[in-house]
């Protein structure tokens, strides 16, 4: 693979495949490349897995696009930097979040985790929302307990991923990989670009929007998003956008159940509202948002959306012009398409736990150090949001873009595998300090990792603390 980035100074290796890669995502998202110089390459997270060439590029790309529209909007085109260990330390920033000293809530539910299944399989099941670990046990005819749960799945399941329908939507089998590369989802991952746009509607250009003083807000100043994400993946591409300038306004419902770490990791530089879009008068809310946005994240359940009445052609013709980014489980094509899941269960499903089990020779699923796909994905997708602000801006038309976990997997696979790789020392907070960053927030005095990449002399970080859920009300400041 060719780079098309200058080769100016032969980088070391491991540089030298996260310029490679982030190349080749630039090239599928449809963004011109240049020269991207990266420092402290090489992996800090002990893994058989490339997670510091994923990270490295994923950031790179995101960056790269960034420095594309400060560029379009007038400006010099800055320079783009990329610290690898900030990159890779970045994708367990929730890890590293403290408030007031402390982690905020603990980050795996009581019933989250791997299950000895029958026949010595394994099967991973993901409970951090209640609702999701209920529906595992009643799947399976148990009362909601992690022994009866345990007891059921090494009974039963000889992994199938759970007892019925709906607990297999939040858990999965271990499989090794090259089981999973025969998978008809696997095949449809292969053949899916990381990230690729595809036009979904008529629209004339729109201009950029004036922006106050772009060299203090970033270059996506004045750009509207809607983030209508839960978790990881998603509301991390909403966080990445915010810190380079955009206007990112969070959309949940009351009704939906949070995990307050993320919330509070994911939520820097946002603003939140809270709307229930089964509701006629918060859908008139959000039909005025609509208007007025420049583009919309979201990761409901496949379906869930469009039935809503805002599927991605729905949302094309309300406001003409919008790049929508769906962020879904394994991707809108092929046999699973439909199916919902996590980072977690998708990394024992596509033989990543595996590969690591067989890497570390134990009998038990091995995951990566962080939760690298979530992670990816948000990256990714901010990625496709600033690619298709790009095209918009260039050729009119409403865009959207598909990313997925399972598709990120198959990506991170594809980079390759370092056996050294596990010797790597796991590293503590303390080692991570230099990288960590203090904000006073309406939650506390929050400790956070402070945001990779950088543009020239263009500040890079977020403007405001992550809010109170529900905290803004549901509008867009003046541009």
């Keep these: 693979m060719t780079s098309g980035l200058p080769a100016a100074a032969s980088p070391p290796a491991d540089a030298a495949g996260a310029l490679a890669a982030a190349a080749a995502l630039l090239a599928d998202a449809g963004v011109a490349p240049f020269g991207i110089d990266v420092q402290h390459a090489g992996l800090v997270l002990p893994s058989v897995f490339r997670i510091d ?63 000895r299944a029958a026949a010595g399989g394994w099967v ?15 799947a399976l005819g148990v009362p909601a307990e992690r022994d009866a749960l345990a007891a059921a799945i090494a009974a039963r399941c000889g992994g199938g991923g759970g007892g019925g329908a709906r607990g297999r939507r939040r858990a999965a089998a271990l499989r090794p990989a090259a089981q999973w590369a025969a998978h008809p989802r696997d095949r449809a991952d292969a053949a ?8 979904i509607g008529p629209a004339d250009p729109r201009r950029w929007a004036p922006a106050p003083d772009r060299s203090v807000r970033g270059p996506l100043a004045g750009v509207r998003v809607l983030d209508l994400t839960r978790v990881i993946a998603g509301p991390v591409a909403g966080r990445v956008l915010a810190a380079h300038g955009a206007d990112v306004l969070a959309v949940s419902a009351a009704h939906l159940p949070q995990v307050d770490l993320l919330v509070i990791d994911t939520g820097f530089g946002k603003r939140s509202t809270l709307l229930d879009l089964r509701r006629a008068p918060d859908r008139a809310v959000f039909d005025s948002l609509l208007a007025g946005a420049d583009a919309l994240v979201e990761s409901y359940r496949p379906g869930a959306l469009a039935a809503l009445g805002y599927g991605p052609a729905e949302l094309a013709e309300r406001a003409p012009g919008l790049v929508v980014v769906d962020v879904r489980a394994y991707g809108r094509r092929g046999p699973w398409a439909l199916r919902r899941g996590f980072d977690s269960v998708v990394q024992l499903a596509s033989g990543i736990a595996a590969t690591g089990a067989a890497a570390t020779g ?58 050294a790789g596990l010797a790597v020392a796991d590293p503590t907070a303390a080692d991570v300090a230099d990288l960590l960053v203090e904000t006073d927030s309406a939650h506390g005095r929050l400790r956070h990792v402070a945001m990779p990449g950088r543009l020239g002399a263009i500040p890079t970080g977020w403007s405001s603390p992550p809010p ?9 400041p003046a541009r």
Excluded: I, K, M
């Design 362 to 419: 134990v009998d038990r699923p091995v995951p990566l150090p962080c939760q690298a796909l979530d992670h990816a994905t948000g990256w990714l997708a901010a990625l496709a949001v600033v690619a298709g602000l790009l095209r918009q801006r260039a050729e009119g038309g409403s865009w959207r873009a598909d990313v997925a976990l399972s598709t990120t997997a198959a990506w991170l696979q594809g980079l390759g595998t370092d056996p």
């Design 53 to 115: 060439v994923a990270a490295t590029a994923a950031v790179a790309a995101l960056t790269v696009a960034v420095a594309r529209v400060a560029e379009a909007r007038g400006g010099p085109l800055p320079g783009v930097s990329v610290d690898g260990r900030a990159a890779q330390l970045s994708f367990r920033s929730e890890r590293y979040l403290t408030v007031d000293g402390a982690l905020p809530g603990e980050p795996w539910a009581a019933l989250s985790g791997d299950y």
């Design 124 to 138: 991973r099941v993901h409970a951090n929302f209640a609702h999701h670990g209920d529906a595992a046990c009643r």
């Design 468 to 476: 109170l859920l529900g905290a803004d009300e549901p509008r867009w």
């Design 192 to 199: 899916t670009p990381v990230v690729a746009l595809e036009a």
